[in-house]
């Protein structure tokens, strides 16, 4: 076969160089037809869209024309030409054809469209050949690009912060403890506490739950800065929306306060937003048709509306007076409650029908190192609330004074000796600044319209799951 250059199947689908020769590389989807002629579906990964390859069989060996079955990969050589077919503007007329490696239809598992979700989340490996999947994970690298390209264009820095760390920033014990010791033969103290001194850090370390505190010591200093990383939570609850490893932005911002927190928050959001609807059209669209008839209505209606501003206060009354006229929740409405997704959403979608961002929640159910109110009671938190996902950012400005800082901690009893690096950034020119962490796989759980976390990233990390 005549080696020539490849060329892409989103390029030659937009090509109208009818009559030249062209090499397309690629998988079967399908293949059809008739005894003298066979059309080949191929897709290179490139597109959401297939080329057509039509194949004159008179002109092709029996036992090559056998091999190519669906998933079978194949280099074509052929003659772009504009296609008399409805559903596509060209096609490729084969003059020559490669099998690279076959696909044996008695065990490839993708034969036929209209798998479960929860089949093809077992063959994680094969999933990102079906239509679905090349739609997903291209508009999860597109969102990737967006953030970047939001925080560069503000001059935001990209901050790099640790993955292994020895702090839990959320306080909330759902660390996964990182060590070389022998499990076997731990060494513990005549307390019964493990030793960590020979331990690889010579202390106990974990994967961190959050880059922020790490975070703000960058903000104060370089001004603004966004993280974007793994980060891990041992948080035993298997739901849509919840992954033991999954990936966070978060931004920092010296000088910001919350109101400021909360315009950034919404600039950026309806920013990636409007990029998928724009930058991903073709695979949203697909998503849209065969998923989520309402989708782009509901990307699109993010956009047209600012977003709510309400206290937590003001929201749990909302949700009380719902209760009264008869609204049944799963969970109770009292204040003081961490609230459940379906309050949430039931403010988000019920109620104000546009995102919601829930402000100066109790401090008791949120981390240390928010800014405290001066009722003693709440913290200067801001949560957001989406449609059909419920939060998808949480932040909060942070306290800034030492003092009040240093008698929380301490209150909480978190071990003031891990703690010291952090409290340094309030000892010495400490300043108002505040930053949020949004989910970067719930953000595409909003953008693509699945329903299951575990779908929008390639290899979910999930309790009793870390297959592949
Ligand atoms: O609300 P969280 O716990 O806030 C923080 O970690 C702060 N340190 C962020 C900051 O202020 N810099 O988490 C932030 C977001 C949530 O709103 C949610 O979107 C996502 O991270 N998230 C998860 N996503 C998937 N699986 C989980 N287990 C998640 N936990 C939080
Ligand atoms: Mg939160």
Not at 427 to 437: C, D, N, Q
Request: glycine share 8%; with cysteine.
């Amino acid at each position: 076969m005549e080696t020539m250059k490849r060329t892409k199947i989103i390029d030659v689908l937009a090509s109208t160089a009818y009559g030249t020769l062209v090499n397309v590389k690629g998988w079967v989807r399908t293949r059809r037809g008739s005894k003298q002629v066979s059309f080949i579906a191929l897709n290179d990964g490139s597109t959401i869209h297939n080329v057509q390859v039509v194949v004159d069989l008179d002109k092709f060996d029996d036992e090559l024309l056998k091999l190519i079955t669906t998933g079978a990969s194949l280099s074509v050589n052929g003659i772009l030409t504009q296609s008399q077919g409805k559903g596509q503007a060209v096609e490729i007329q084969a003059t020559e054809i490669e099998v690279y490696g076959t696909a044996d239809p008695a065990t490839y598992p993708l034969q036929k469209k209209g798998h479960s979700m929860e089949f093809l989340r077992e063959i994680a490996h094969l999933r990102p050949r079906t239509n679905t999947f090349g739609a997903v994970f291209r508009i999860r690298h597109n969102m990737a690009y967006a953030i970047h390209k939001f925080f560069h264009d503000k001059g935001f820095f990209y901050f790099h912060t640790p993955i292994i760390t020895a702090s839990d920033c959320e306080g909330a014990g759902q660390m996964f403890q990182v060590t070389t010791m022998n499990l076997y033969d731990l060494k513990k103290d005549e307390n019964g506490s493990i030793l960590y001194d020979n331990d690889f850090f010579g202390k106990q370390a974990s994967l961190t739950v959050s880059g922020q505190l790490e975070g703000e010591l960058a903000a104060t200093a370089l001004g603004q800065i966004y993280t974007f990383g793994p980060t891990f939570r041992a948080e035993n609850s298997n739901t849509p929306r919840h992954l033991a490893e999954f990936w966070m932005i978060e931004p920092e911002v010296a000088f910001n306060d919350i109101n400021d927190n909360m315009e950034l928050a919404e600039e950026f959001i309806k920013f990636c937003v409007r990029w998928a609807l724009e930058q991903c059209a073709d695979d949203v669209k697909f998503l849209n048709d065969m998923f989520d008839k309402e989708l782009i209505a509901r990307l699109e209606g993010v956009l047209k509306d600012s977003f709510v501003r309400l206290t937590y206060t003001e929201g749990i009354k909302i949700l009380e007076e719902a209760v009264a006229k008869g609204h049944k929740f799963e969970f109770p409405v009292y204040w003081g409650v961490d609230l459940a997704s379906e309050h949430e959403r039931f403010l988000v979608e019920d109620h104000f029908k546009r995102p919601v961002i829930l402000t100066d929640y109790p401090k008791e159910i949120k981390a240390f190192y928010m800014k405290q109110n001066d009722d003693g009671k709440t913290v200067r938190a801001m949560d957001v609330l989406f449609p059909k996902i419920g939060e998808i950012i949480g932040g909060s400005e942070r306290e800034a004074d030492y003092d009040k800082l240093y008698s929380r901690i301490q209150e909480l009893h978190i071990p003031m000796k891990d703690m010291w690096w952090y409290l340094d950034t309030r000892r010495f020119g400490t300043v108002p600044h505040s930053g949020f962490g949004l989910g970067f796989e719930r953000l595409l759980l909003f953008v693509t319209g699945m329903t299951n976390i575990r779908d929008v990233i390639p290899f979910p990390r999930t309790p009793k799951n870390a297959e592949f």
